[in-house]
């Protein structure tokens, strides 16, 4: 198992896509410090994880999906494989783990860039280990919250460009279903709300956020109630992973080789 997750990554590795999605860990946090007049180390780290993981991160892991699921097809190199034998659930779970993994690298890269930031502009790094907690944890729930999303592109088999736009629609409905009071002030339960990775992660995210101006003071108690912790968010998103990884499994193994 170990030497298919080597050679998914050799492969991903060899792709431009792979370079530039590292690129962005570190071209945003840059330019979302530059639009801060002054801030804090949560500031930087914010827009770590909220702005370059949310908006950037997921998106990038599906498409990152589609290369590595279509890639046997498209140098017809399935058949061989199988022949081998290697079966299609241990290639599954490898592209599954070199997700996982370049998800948690994403966003340690960003906090390391971060922390670069912070000291360049002298900011304080009081709470640099809860910072790192919690980029760290993102990092493993943004890749549970891209699998969803990665059961569609798997089950449309070579089609790069639905894959571009499903990963695009999902990633921007996810963003859009945070900011809606009907979504994140419900409490936890057998609802759709309680399902929906995203803004589950914000909602946990939100409570280690240290509220400023009333507007913002208002938001923080309306919410709080309905804060999740983080043995329950990972309890969730965890479950969602082993049952999207399942799926996935199940839709490759029926794809024609």
Known sequence: ?????????????????????????????????????????????SSVREESGFLLLIPILV????????????SDTLKNLICVPVLKNHLV????????????TYEMLGFCIGILIALAQGISLNGWALQLFLTFCTGILLWAAALPCIILVVWCNKSYIISVIIAFFYTLLGFALHLSDAIMMKPLGLNISTFIPVPMVFRWLYQFKVPEGKIMTDFYNRLS???????????????EAIVCIILIIRVYQKQEA
């Open 93 to 104: 779970i490898a592209k599954v783990t070199m997700l996982f993994l370049f998800s948690v």
């Open 225 to 239: 109630p309905y804060f999740v912790s983080t043995p329950i968010i990972f309890a969730i998103l965890i479950a």
């Open 63 to 74: 498409i990152i999906a589609a290369n590595l699921f279509f890639e046997e097809h498209d």
């Open 1 to 45: 198992m170990l030497d298919l997750v080597k050679c998914e990554f050799w492969k991903i590795k060899r792709k431009g896509l792979f370079k530039i999605a590292l690129f962005t860990a570190v071209l945003f946090p840059v330019f979302n410090i530059m639009l801060l007049a002054e801030g804090s180390l949560a500031d930087v780290m």
